[in-house]
């Protein structure tokens, strides 16, 4: 009897623990403690905490390298022609040089006043001139080199003059076209003081006055 009410009893403990776990009890939470930190040395080793960080004040931007603007090399200008003048006028013709005398000079020895021989080639040429022209007249200039005195020299310079007349007489030209006059030593053709100058104020000179 006491056998059967103990199997009874282990029954129902069996059921009651079947049911537990069958349903569950609620659990209770766990609380996790921290572990307390060591004392003595080991405490110091710990490092402090890193004070906050300041911010770091931000890098200057880079500079940015100028840009660099390639100018088109432009050629001057090549400069317009200029225009061609405009054609002038035709301007008048220079002035004719002068002719050369038409009747050639005759000179002289010192103090003398014949004709030498080859001062006649001139004296001949000079007749054929007045006879090709009947209307001209002529003055015979009788001139002498500074030597001597003035009186003197207007002697010898009209004896000069009247030898080339006679002489231009004899070869048919009328006595009526051909006057003389005489300056001596008073207008030198070369100046000068020696003989290179002398030999050329020696001399006839031909004036034409009219045709």
Known sequence: MRQRT??????VIGLLAGSLALFGCPKRPEVIQA????AGPAAAAVPAPPPPATPATPAPPAPVPPRIVETPVVPPPVPAPAPAPAAAAPSAPPPAAPAPPPL???FFDFDRSNIRNEQKVALD??????????????LVEGHCDERGTAEYNLALGERRAKAVKDYLLGAGITPDRVSTISYGKERPFVLGHDESAWKW??????????K
């Open 6 to 11: 103990g199997v009874r009893i282990f029954c």
């Open 35 to 38: 572990a307390p930190a060591p």
């Open 104 to 106: 050639k000079d005759v």
């Open 125 to 138: 040429d000079n007749a054929g001139w007045l006879k090709a022209n009947t209307g001209a007249r002529i």
């Open 201 to 210: 104020n020696r001399r006839a000179h031909f004036v034409v006055q009219g």
